[in-house]
């Protein structure tokens, strides 16, 4: 029989061309880069064939590849910064990339160690042996993407609890479109605790490639809050994955809040390595126009007694398609799981599109592990109770579609001044919409 060779799109031709001309100029480690892009010029970019990314089909959608980000000039990282974070209020202290280069950097609170990626890269900074610490994700290819570019970001050594909020700001610049690849790894020691927020950004109008990675890695006792928004622009293709790896009687907890980009991908990957730990990922989406956001979870009960709360809220106006992929795998002998998974979707009008799949795979006997999905209408009912009451129907619906929202970013988020800018994020759109 024949050899079948696999016909590339002239974006992957494309890409292949840009790794070849960029990895010697790229931090660290060429072997882990050439195996990284193995894996993902093996397989192709993904489409829809690919059961993980049937809603989000990148090799359609990813016809053009854009250039590596280049170092920015002082004048445009002042230029990216001179508007303030939706963050600012809670005063984190920041560490800023412009064009997915560490620009700005405020000093961190003690305890909490910071070193540049491209630096740790260049110098086999010892807690690089963690990247990866959540093995299912390397066969991925937006994972595999960024393994492949990653061109700076940062290492964070959390070593006692912090009380005080550490920020990472990402901004994408410019008029032509070009990629970044961040990646950050934040190892938080036994017994200490964290608060991290992340921002991205980018202009409306230029079709920006962000693929940022952040990974997790949690000791036994360890404490971690992370809030991340997504307000790049309107033509942008963003990329973003999350893993958690975590020890024994942890707690844990991610939110992704989704307000712009014109496709987006999110992916999670949380794994309960320790006994009697806790890990909740949220996430709220609101889309208009013709916007594409994918969330995708895996969550994986290695160990017993742990508990996993997942909760997604969608908003979907215009042709908007939302997708939520949520899996639990609980593994032999990871007893008294307890998993909890829901999405629900609000349509908006009747062109928009929610496509949801949860799944359960158990191989556990002394569990209790379910999920939901549901997607609908605004209640008539509560609307003409408003209504009644004196409310115009725009400002009907932009109450009922708050408070749906909120549940996903306020609840559990013990942080009043973060809940609040998010919350006015979610104004903002709604007051978009009119």
């Not at 696999?6 to 480690?29: I, N, Q, V």
């Not at 829809?48 to 959608?61: F, G, H, P, Q, S």
């Not at 349509?347 to 599109?353: V, Y």
Request: glycine fraction near 8%; charge should be negative; charged fraction near 25%.
């Amino acid at each position: 029989m024949a050899d079948v060779a696999m016909m590339k799109t002239p974006a992957e031709t494309a890409l292949a061309d840009l790794f070849a001309r960029s990895k010697s100029l790229l931090p660290g480690d060429a072997r882990s880069r050439e195996d990284a892009f193995h894996r993902l010029a093996e397989k192709g970019l993904p489409h829809r064939r690919v059961e993980e990314w049937k809603y989000t089909d990148l090799r359609a959608l990813m016809r053009e590849i854009a250039p590596l980000a280049q170092k920015p000039s002082e004048a445009e990282v002042a230029q990216a910064l001179s508007v303030e974070s939706v963050f600012a209020a809670a005063k984190p202290a920041t560490l800023a990339f412009v064009d997915g280069h560490l620009a700005k950097a405020d000093a961190m609170p003690d305890g909490v160690a910071a070193v540049p990626l491209a630096q740790a890269l260049a110098e086999g900074h010892p807690l690089l042996a963690k990247l990866g610490a959540v093995a299912d994700a390397e066969g991925n290819a937006a994972y595999a993407l960024n393994a492949a570019f990653m061109t700076d970001g940062v290492v964070l050594h959390v070593t006692k609890p912090v009380a005080d909020r550490v920020a990472l700001r990402f901004v994408t610049t410019g008029a032509e479109a070009v990629a970044t690849a961040t990646r950050v790894l934040v190892v938080v020691e036994e017994d200490a605790s964290f608060h991290l927020l992340e921002t991205h950004e980018s202009p409306n109008g230029v079709a920006h490639q962000p693929n940022g990675v952040v990974e997790f890695v949690v000791g036994d006792r360890g404490r971690v809050a992370h809030v991340r928004l997504n307000a790049n622009g309107d033509k942008t293709l963003a990329l973003s994955t999350v893993t958690a790896h975590l020890g024994a009687e942890v707690e844990f907890g991610t939110r992704n809040v989704v307000a712009a980009s014109a496709v987006s991908r999110h992916q999670v990957w949380m794994t309960f390595a320790g006994a009697d730990a806790k890990g909740s990922v949220r996430g709220a989406t609101m889309l208009s126009g013709d916007q594409h956001a994918d969330t995708t979870l895996v969550v994986n009960h290695k160990a017993t007694g742990c508990e996993s709360r997942e909760l997604f809220k969608h908003a979907i106006d215009g042709r908007g398609t939302g997708v939520f992929q949520g899996r639990i795998n609980v593994a032999p002998g990871a007893q008294k799981t307890d998993g909890q998974m829901m999405s629900a979707a609000v349509l908006l009008s009747e062109e928009g599109t929610m496509n949801n799949k949860p799944e359960l795979e158990i191989f556990a006997d002394d569990v209790q592990c379910a999920h939901g999905a549901t997607c609908g209408e605004l209640d008539d009912d509560l609307l003409f109770y408003l209504m009644a009451r004196g409310l115009p129907r725009p400002e009907a619906e932009a109450l009922l579609i708050e408070s749906f929202l909120g549940e996903a970013v306020e609840e559990g988020l013990d942080d009043e001044i973060v809940g609040e800018a998010l919350m006015g994020v979610i104004e903002a759109w709604l007051k978009a919409r009119g």
